[in-house]
């Protein structure tokens, strides 16, 4: 099987936690009104561009202010004009197929 | 503020679905044993490197076998040898910070 | 070696190819009068944070606009506060280490 | 717009530098006969699966032994069916369009 990848470098990070980080950017997003949700490695938004990149980068401004230096984030977006699908319309789009 | 962005190119679908191939890709990950959870943007996973990735290449397999000439995956994945800690952890120690 | 993953779902595409969009994207971004590096997996930007993120949305219009539906991005980027380091300076620092 | 998108949790490093990391990483990949290009954000490799996700994890133990406790990684993977299409002519087939 032929097959290609993008690997990005593997970024060594020497603190003992980052929950104190995540959960101050967790805080940014719902002050924006935004809806989200946190999973094990990141959070989801579902919002208008606008607002969600607004955002995120008062989170990087925030954290910055808590004292890291250096910020790396990666964000997965997704935009589509042909209809309207949550979060949640996600979700269960993938459950209904499983149990069928 | 100094910003630098790796952007990757804007990859357009043009299918109605793809909920049911991600479905055949939980089952893949179910039938391997590995702990996982579902959320609107990807699926987690726990488990030791070879299992994790020897599912995932299932996945792609699986996926290809179903008709989809082209398969475009993303893993963010994090190895740390300070301490075991679960994705439920994870979340666990956000939320934590996020009451007090 | 404990293990986790946030596995993104694989994203089937349909597509004979995708260098269209990818090449009306560089047009933007090059408009935007922003410093990009194109490569195998996607395309490097430096900028300010506005001026990144403003070329981004139009990116994702521009690419609606050629008739896509639906559109998957995925943006790897860091800010830091403690110097300014070039993309070039990036390439640069390993370069001289993989001689030395 | 409608829009969404899956945000990761801002990752705060405290290091001076991590471009040691990378070139330990580039030495394996190189080791492992893997063709690749170093850019600004990360590695592309081109290879077949086993080969590349071998290298991916002597990337990660030699890390973790070089002293990192904790590393983060995103990969961003293709698989086609369809026909074989190199780095090179991927590149080659966005700066055609450009030109034209």
Redesign the interface.
């Known amino acids: 099987?032929?097959?290609?990848?993008?690997?990005?470098?593997?970024?060594?990070?020497?603190?003992v936690?980052?929950?104190?980080?995540?959960?101050a950017?967790?805080?940014v997003l719902r002050e924006a009104g935004l809806k989200t949700?946190?999973?094990?490695?990141?959070?989801?938004?579902?919002?208008?561009?606008d607002a969600?990149?607004a955002a995120?980068?008062t989170?990087?401004?925030t954290?910055?202010a808590?004292g890291?230096?250096?910020?790396?984030?990666?964000?997965?977006?997704?935009?589509?004009?042909?209809r309207?699908?949550t979060?949640?319309d996600?979700?269960r789009?993938?459950?209904?197929?499983?149990r069928s």
């Open positions: 099987m032929p097959y290609d990848a993008g690997l990005s470098q593997p970024l060594p990070v020497r603190i936690s980052v929950s104190k980080h995540v959960a950017c967790q805080r949700q946190l999973h094990a490695y990141g959070t989801n938004i579902e919002g208008e561009w969600v990149f995120i980068k989170c990087h401004e954290v910055h808590m890291a230096p250096r910020i790396s984030t990666v964000i997965k977006l997704g935009t589509r004009t042909d309207n699908q979060m949640d996600k979700v789009s993938v459950r209904d197929k499983l």
